[in-house]
């Protein structure tokens, strides 16, 4: 009877191992779906970063760009005055120097 009690212990302990590692099993592969997954994300945050540097290129050129266009409107109105200011200027001299009899 210690044969048939030692037997039916042995079969208790492999049924209950045989559990355990249907368990560990089941969470290996819950923990390998959970690491495809983190995986997937570190590669769209990447993906982001990388983008996010071309953005930060586009954003840099488009500034430079609307400078540009906004100072334009300056420089033409600064030529205008600077044309005027030697119009007038000339206009003076020219009258001193005809009230000087030069």
């Known amino acids: 009877?210690?044969?048939?009690?030692?037997?039916?212990?042995?079969?208790?302990?492999?049924?209950?191992?045989?559990?355990?590692?249907?368990r560990c099993i089941g969470r290996i592969e819950k923990l390998e779906?959970?690491?495809?997954?983190?995986?997937?994300?570190?590669?769209?945050?990447?993906a982001l970063a990388t983008e996010q540097d071309y953005i930060k290129s586009d954003v840099k050129e488009i500034k430079s760009d609307v400078?540009?266009?906004?100072?334009?409107?300056?420089k033409r109105w600064e030529g205008i005055v600077d044309k005027i200011i030697y119009v007038v200027v000339g206009a003076l001299v020219a009258w001193a120097l005809s009230n000087f009899g030069l």
């Not at 779906?33 to 990447?46: C, K």
Request: no cysteine; charged share 25%; glycine share 2%.
């Open 67 to 74: 400078k540009s266009l906004t100072a334009k409107p300056g």
């Open 1 to 22: 009877m210690d044969e048939a009690n030692s037997l039916e212990a042995l079969h208790v302990q492999v049924a209950e191992q045989y559990q355990m590692i249907k």
């Open 33 to 46: 779906a959970r690491q495809d997954n983190l995986d997937s994300i570190a590669a769209s945050v990447t």
